[in-house]
């Protein structure tokens, strides 16, 4: 299950970090070749972040936890990356946005409740 982390970003109400969540869901959802269906395939979230100087000016995005599948190519992950990027940027247009995928392979450690 990947795990979306959204890092620096401004202070957000409630409401607003759940409009950046449906946003994202949507965002992942779209990239057909992953294979997620809705929020309940994936973990998404907000981390406060200690430092609060600048926050809202880099807005770092990272995605772990997506399982290596042959479908899941280095385009679909770039595609990945692109969707939540822009979307992001759309809704905080004078930030710096980066995201990173990190594809994971369950052989290198991996345990779930859920097995």
Not at 16 to 42: C, F, N, P, W
Request: proline content about 7%.
């Amino acid at each position: 299950m990947p795990v979306i982390k959204v890092w620096c970003l401004p202070k957000q109400t409630v409401a607003q970090l759940r409009e950046l969540h449906k946003y994202i869901v949507t965002a992942v959802v779209s990239v057909e070749d992953l294979g997620l269906k809705d929020e309940g395939d994936m973990t998404c979230l907000f981390p406060p972040d200690m430092m609060r100087y600048g926050l809202g000016e880099e807005i770092i995005v990272e995605v772990s936890g997506l399982l290596e599948k042959p479908e899941r190519t280095k385009e679909t992950r770039r595609m990945l990356a692109a969707m939540l990027g822009l979307g992001i940027k759309e809704m905080f247009p004078n930030a710096h946005i980066e995201c990173f995928i990190y594809p994971f392979d369950p052989a290198q450690g991996f345990w779930s409740s859920r097995q």
